[in-house]
Nanobody
Framework: QVQLVESGGGLVQAGGSLRLSCAASGRTFSSYAMGWFRQAPGKERELVAAISWGGNTAYADSMKGRFTISRDNAKNTATVYLQMNSLKPEDTAVYYC????????????????WGQGTQVTVSS
């Protein structure tokens, strides 16, 4: 059974940093694209960043230069990280980790597996 478990969320002041982690297990994730999405109250879920099995990355424009996605692959597990710097109040959202059976994608519909989410709150 596939499991994605996020951690690292919390409350931070504007300008601060957080590092999110996503532990993936249950399949050979080394060939999967992984992504971070977020959803703020009253808004649609949106891409934050994604990374292919080979390390190619994609970012939402508003996160470029502030957020960095990375991953560590093992035989039957993978850990994906999201380093978030220079956080802004508008970054407040629930952040979700997701795994795609296919190639790197910006579309949430391409991701088959999802974690429960971790809350990030940025105070002004």
């Amino acid at each position: 059974q596939v499991q994605l478990v996020e951690s690292g969320g919390g409350l931070v002041q504007a300008g601060g940093s957080l590092r999110l982690s996503c532990a993936a297990s249950g399949r050979t994730f080394s060939s999967y694209a992984m992504g971070w999405f977020r959803q703020a109250p009253g808004k649609e879920r949106e891409l934050v960043a994604a990374i292919s099995w080979g390390g190619n990355t994609a970012y939402a424009d508003s996160m470029k230069g502030r957020f960095t996605i990375s991953r560590d692959n093992a035989k039957n597990t993978a850990t994906v990280y999201l380093q978030m710097n220079s956080l802004k109040p508008e970054d407040t959202a629930v952040y979700y980790c997701a795994a795609s059976l296919g190639r790197l994608s910006r579309r949430s519909s391409e991701y088959a597996y999802w974690g429960q989410g971790t809350q990030v709150t940025v105070s002004s």
